[in-house]
Structures are given as structure tokens and as C-alpha cells.
């Protein structure tokens, strides 16, 4: 699972977009939209050996910004 152990930060949906044409700032007749589709955002996780709260050692999967945050006690 594309999870954070910590905050919970999940992969999220947007669109791509497609666009053709020369802008009007350019001297163009302006974009044109020829094709959207799907896509996701995955968040930066990592897989970590970190000390749970009972004070167990468990692989996890974490997000840098949680590692940054000093969030994870890591297990040596």
C-alpha cells in the first residue's frame, strides 16, 4: 500500500493535459486542448527499519517529509 505509517499520505488523482498551438501572448491564435487524461501523484515514501510504539523494530513505509520532520525513530 501506497501509505505513510505516519500522516497518511496517499497517492492522489489529477489530470494531464494536452495542448497544441502557440500561446496568444506569442502572437499565436491561442492553446487548444486535444486530449486529458488521468494521472496519479504518488507521494516520496521510503521504505524504513523504525522502532513502533511498543518499542518493536518493523519495516514501514514512511514519507521523506515525516523523516524530515524527525517523526521516525530509526531502529540500528
Known amino acids: ?6 500522516c497518511g499520505k496517499r497517492p492522489i488523482v489529477g ?6 498551438g502557440l500561446a496568444k501572448k506569442t502572437g499565436g491564435i491561442g492553446k487548444k486542448t486535444t486530449g486529458i487524461t488521468r494521472r ?8 524504513v527499519r523504525a ?3 511498543n518499542g518493536t523494530h518493523k ?7 515525516c523523516i524530515q520532520a524527525g517523526k521516525v525513530k530509526k531502529a540500528a
Not at 496519479?40 to 521504505?47: A, D, G, H, I, V
Not at 519495516?59 to 517529509?65: G, K, L, N, P, Y
Request: net charge positive; charged share 25%; with cysteine.
Open 15 to 20: 489530470k494531464s493535459i494536452s495542448r497544441r
Open 51 to 53: 522502532i513502533i510504539e
Open 40 to 47: 496519479r501523484f504518488l507521494p516520496n515514501l521510503q521504505r
Open 1 to 6: 500500500m501506497k501509505i505513510c505509517y505516519y
Open 59 to 65: 519495516r514501514i513505509m514512511v514519507c521523506a517529509s
